[in-house]
């Protein structure tokens, strides 16, 4: 990740604004020809710390029979001295065979628990959330399988001189990194479909209180900042809990990469297949300065080095965040391809070439920093069909306060969360079917408080995807709690406009204060998944939101497979290229 150490957080700087530098601006040498559809021009540190990968022991013997076949006389002798002397050949190679094969197995069991743990020290950790969402983990289908749910994270750090000569920036390297590309990689229950899921980096969402990764400072909730900020605030745990907040969705693990670390896995992989559907050429124009330095001959390329890096890059060329975001979707498509036709997870040569260069390109969360979980991680993976591979980026529209830099999420991209949160294939090649089998024995849960002792507040949130408000929607829900026993339900004076229904109690109550509200959305029929722990509530709270503007009980929507909103689905065969950066090939 180009550091050593989990960098200290200090005060807040002043963050630029994401276009001022990052993944898609100011590559360094930005506009100059890499060559058509060839490997990096930049000089970049290999990868430290390679080990041998293979030994073997050769062993010989002559096994004659010499003295056997003196012992026999006439023909019928030979013929069974040739015979006794064969087999007593035979019996001296297997004696040199069975010795040369505990030769190996001690030499290398030895060697292989060193490289085992250099492959281990390699790999760099932190905490896996910076907050506190309240969101907790789907509970298991009958089979006992949970949905993965892992954070894809492109940092753009300058902390090493490889990030610096890949990135340009000098002067930014002491400035704490961003977020610059953020994707979730969503793996079904049942291991048939996954999901990439992108945020468009200037996209402007609701970001939790943070700790650093030291723990030693806090930043405040914010509403009016760009995803991105967020890796500023508190690492990559403060990425993790912010997509929490937002989605409802419980995320395992995070796993980040720099700069160079994109560089070594393309390199790794012996390259990426993309495709763009006529010559482009990303550099600076007369009136957009900046530019990754992109330049590919129409038709499909296997880019690796620095124009892997240029590739995920690219913004002003594919036209917007949006088409960016398409563009990196097709690079991770393209290496999962690779990666099944080279037999990466059974492959011994190659899964240990894998491991060498994919340990020192990434930071993970905590829980999964070793080879053998991010060995096991992979092995949930491999089975997953790339036509089961849905790839999408939420609809955003301009943010109102700055609409020419920053994007906020249209209202239609609740029911991505939605279908996240409940598991619904996003894909439409195959419905989800529910699992069979027995079902598993579950921790038991508190019992709630009887309905009358619990007070409930309710909030008026129906306004929160700009319509305006439902009158009085909160006493109505308020009056219906009243009548199903919550006879201490009020409803509250103020409203707060919120996208989904979602009901908090106060953290410290823990497993009790999750029973007792719990209770509260079994009554009105909300799902499980409305109900979050939050620091700062004083007691439970009902938000009843845009998704529940009439009736007092919830219907939940039926999400189908595959039934996505208008501009999710972003897979694409080629790349269009904005007509100002096409390029003839030749000039």
Known sequence: MGQNSVRREGTQPSVPHARERGWDDELHGAG????????????????????????????????????????????????????????????????????????????????????????NNNIQGGVRAGGDSGVKKAAPNALGDTPLNILLIGSDSRASAANVALGGGKDLKDDKPRADVQMLLHVSADRQNA???????????????????????????????????????????????????????????????????????????????????????????????????????EGTHEVQGEQALQWLRTRHAFGSDQNRAKAQHMYLNGMLKKLQQQNAWTDTGRLMGLAETGTEAIKVSDEIKSVAKLFELGMQLKNVKVDRLSTITIPTKEYPARPKEWLEPLASSEKIWSMLREDVAMDKNGDKAPAKGKPTSAKPKKTAAAPASLAVTVVNGTDGNGEPAVEGRAKTIATALQEKGFTEAVSAQEGKPGKGTVIVYPKASGDQGRADAESVATALGLPPSTVRADAAAEGIVLTVGADWREGTTYEKSQDKAGDLPEGASDKAECMDVYSVYKWDGKS
């Open 195 to 297: 999901s990439l899921i992108s945020i468009p980096r200037d996209t402007v969402v609701p970001i939790p209180e943070c700790r650093s990764e030291d723990g030693k400072e806090t930043f405040p909730a914010t509403t009016n900042q760009p995803i991105n900020s967020t890796l500023a605030r508190g690492g990559p745990g403060c990425t993790l809990t912010t997509w929490e907040t937002l989605t409802g969705a419980y995320i395992d693990h995070w796993m980040m990469v720099d700069f160079a670390g994109v560089v070594a896995m393309a390199d790794e992989v012996g390259g990426v297949p993309v495709c763009v559907k006529t010559g482009v050429w990303d550099k600076s124009n007369a009136i957009v300065k900046g530019g990754s330095g992109l330049k590919l001959p």
């Open 32 to 119: 100059e020809a890499t060559g058509a559809g060839g490997g990096s021009t930049t000089s970049v540190p290999a990868p430290a710390g390679r080990a041998a990968r293979r030994c073997g022991t050769t062993g010989s013997g002559d096994g004659d029979g010499d003295g056997t076949a003196t012992a026999a006389s006439g023909a019928g002798g030979r013929a069974a001295a040739r015979k006794q002397a064969k087999k007593a050949g035979k019996r001296k190679v297997l004696r040199w065979s069975a010795i040369a094969v505990s030769v190996v197995i001690l030499g290398t069991a030895g060697a292989g628990y060193a490289y085992y743990q250099h492959l």
